[in-house]
């Protein structure tokens, strides 16, 4: 027998001990008193901590012990679903030259028959192995509580909880292991404390995940093939419950870039020791997950070979890392080629805003835009007016491509090495210093490139659809205002762009194809910054398009809804902290109707219920006669809701945060 003790296995025994000593002369727990020989039990448990504290081994099956406690490490007596996988992990070659380190689930067990309570906070389980070997590293992946969990009581609820702990083959320290991608780098997206998919609702991270889908199951259910495919739009497929998996919302984020998962830990962290293994062991079964038009044992599309054993021989590590990311750092080195300086001026006599854009190098310095005039694929100028309550919409907003493919508009015009563009739509500027005398100008562009280098745009009738053949560049915001006052603009304290690059990265470019350049928000989009002096990138300029009136190609475009309904419907936004630092409630005073189409076409609706209802409209009737108890108006006309967008009283009561928004002042 060989066991691996930790500390708390000692503490453990320490309690037995307790318990002996107590049954000397303490509390017997007669007459009504269990009495606590261990100490007191958690009553309560906010959060849930696993260990596995001892493996032992009779006859090749092993007996684990696992230790429960609460965040006050107060043991966890009573749990009812307690469960753990048991996998074996065969080394990298030994099931054939090429092969990887494959897991392979050799038990299961959950529920309180399959496991004892110790009533010390320790649970016991003795599994019935399908295969084991005592040469190969074994993996317990425990897991327990979750949605209508609670303890024995029947009262006290229990969060979910997932861990995996490796030893080797006789329950001492694993001598290795197969961690490619941590848990972390999937919250990078993925909701913490939410399940990972729709379709298993109960498991929360992607050990668990690997730990399942393992060799005992179709190449294609194969954690290091599904994982794969489920993240890109390579092919399509149907689980048993006939849900499709198109791959393509997470395309879209991570743009098929390997290091979006496979992260580098920091040196000497003792994590992810095999974090490499995507590209210094290639095999069939993982690559044919993105590259569906190969079969290696026919010979289409790739030479001819029936196993993994010759692979290394063309595809070595740094060349298939190059091969599979150079392109991204491509093009982030293209994107930091050039910027722009945008400032707008607006002339007293014709109320029209002249918008002047001034290329810059990676180091500041002024390029004349002539220079790189027949590499510009476009350049859009955007304005718009009212930063807060923008009152042009969208079909009033002025916008023209100033350039497209090298080519320069007749409305605009070329001035000491500068693109001036002067607006031609009545910008109707308010009051000096009201929220529409402030005209706001976004100013995106795109360069033709191809392999890693700007090339001349040869096409003068290229749309922009076809999304290889340009890079979005660095977009810039402008303010101006008739008076020559100080602009009004918009919050930028709620969400700032950095947090939507941990998903969609800091290159991203925003609605690429088409119809516009491709928008890459960064820090010269700054125009404030945080308490801890830096800049704020925010994402107030894409309401110069998503403005209060919504537009042509969705039912809720305004800016406040758009990005709640689109996030929503992916399914991958669970926790409003990914997104949001903070609340501005503030902003509301000075927002006003907005387009709501809940219902039908052309409704609006109050601010304050229009944001909420973006999220919260499964119900609407419930949802609509609640607000307009508190002075809201939900899906009437623009002046209806108009005259009412002051008159909500919702934060009488509400005071939400990122952190709880449905939290009440009480």
Not at 85 to 96: D, N
Not at 448 to 459: L, P, T, W
């Amino acid at each position: 027998m060989n066991v691996k003790k930790s500390k708390i296995a000692l503490l453990l025994a320490a309690g037995a001990v307790s318990m002996a000593l107590t049954g000397c002369g303490g509390d017997d727990g007669t007459d009504g008193n269990p009495g606590n020989p261990g100490g007191p039990a958690a009553d309560y448990i906010n959060t849930l901590n696993l260990k596995v504290t001892d493996v032992t081994y009779t006859d090749g099956q092993p007996t684990i012990k696992v230790f429960a406690t609460n965040e006050e490490d107060l043991p966890v007596i009573g749990l009812q679903d307690l469960g753990v996988v048991a996998a074996q992990l065969t080394p990298q070659g030994a099931t054939g030259a090429g092969n990887s380190a494959q897991w392979t689930r050799t038990a299961r067990a959950s529920g309180v028959d399959s496991y004892t309570d110790n009533k010390d906070g320790s649970y016991s389980f003795t599994l019935e192995l399908s295969e084991y070997s005592a040469d190969m590293t074994q993996r317990f992946n425990v897991y327990a509580g979750g949605k209508g969990s609670t303890l024995a009581d029947g009262a006290t609820t229990v969060p979910r909880r997932e861990i995996v702990a490796d030893f080797d083959g006789q329950g001492y320290e694993a001598k290795y292991t197969k961690d490619i991608v941590s848990h972390e780098t999937c919250t990078n997206c993925h909701a913490e404390g939410e399940p990972l998919t729709t379709r298993h609702s109960s498991y929360y991270t992607q050990e668990t995940c690997a730990t399942c889908h393992s060799s005992s199951m179709s190449t294609e259910s194969q954690w290091n093939h599904l994982i794969h495919n489920i993240h890109n739009t390579a092919k399509t497929f149907e689980d048993k419950y006939d849900k499709e998996y198109t791959g393509a919302a997470a395309e879209a984020l991570i743009q098929n870039n390997c290091k979006s998962c496979h992260v580098e830990p920091e040196a000497d962290s003792g994590e992810l020791a095999e974090w490499g293994n995507w590209s210094r062991i290639p095999t069939m079964e993982t690559c044919t997950s993105c590259h569906t038009n190969i079969d290696f044992e026919a010979g289409k599309g790739h030479s001819q070979q029936a196993d993994n054993s010759n692979c290394i021989a063309c595809h070595n590590s740094s060349w298939t890392e190059e091969l599979h990311t150079s392109s991204f750092g491509d093009t982030k080195a293209l994107i930091d080629t050039y910027g722009i300086n945008v400032t707008s001026s607006i002339d007293s006599t014709t109320a029209a805003a002249t918008i002047s854009i001034q290329v810059v190098d990676s180091a500041g310095a002024e390029v004349d835009i002539n220079t790189i005039l027949p590499m510009v694929q476009r350049l859009e100028v955007i304005t718009n007016v009212g930063p807060n309550n923008v009152t042009l919409g969208y079909g009033g907003k002025d916008s023209i491509n100033a350039i497209k493919n090298g080519v320069v508009d007749a409305k605009a015009a070329i001035e000491d090495g500068k693109l001036v563009y002067t607006t031609t739509q009545d910008l109707e500027l308010g009051a000096v210093g009201a929220d529409d005398e402030t005209a706001f100008t976004f100013v995106g562009w795109a360069m033709c490139s191809a392999d890693g280098e700007f090339v001349k745009c040869d096409d003068a009738d290229f749309d922009g659809k076809d999304t290889d053949k340009y890079t979005g560049m660095k977009a810039d915001l402008a303010f101006a205002t008739l008076s020559g006052e100080a602009p009004s603009m918009r919050h930028v304290d709620s969400v700032n762009f950095t947090a939507c690059a941990t998903c969609h990265s800091a290159e991203f470019q925003v609605h690429k194809g088409g119809n516009h350049a491709g928008f890459v928000m960064s820090e010269q989009l700054a125009h404030t910054k945080d308490a801890n002096d830096q800049p704020i990138i925010g994402v107030d300029a894409c309401a110069a398009c998503h403005t209060a009136d919504g537009t042509p190609y969705s039912p809720v475009g305004a800016l406040e809804l758009k990005l709640h309904a689109r996030h929503n419907s992916e399914g991958i936004i669970k926790d409003c902290t990914q997104c949001h630092n903070d609340f501005n409630l503030d902003a509301f005073k000075v927002k006003g109707a907005i387009a709501s189409s809940f219902a039908g076409t052309d409704v609006y609706t109050t601010p304050i219920a229009a944001t909420c209802a973006s999220c919260h409209s499964y119900n609407m009737d419930k949802f609509k006669s609640h607000v307009e108890g508190q002075g809201a108006l939900v899906n009437v006309s623009k002046d209806e809701a108009t005259d009412a967008a002051q008159l909500e009283t919702c934060f009488y009561c509400h005071a939400p945060t990122p952190a709880d928004h449905t939290a009440v002042k009480m």
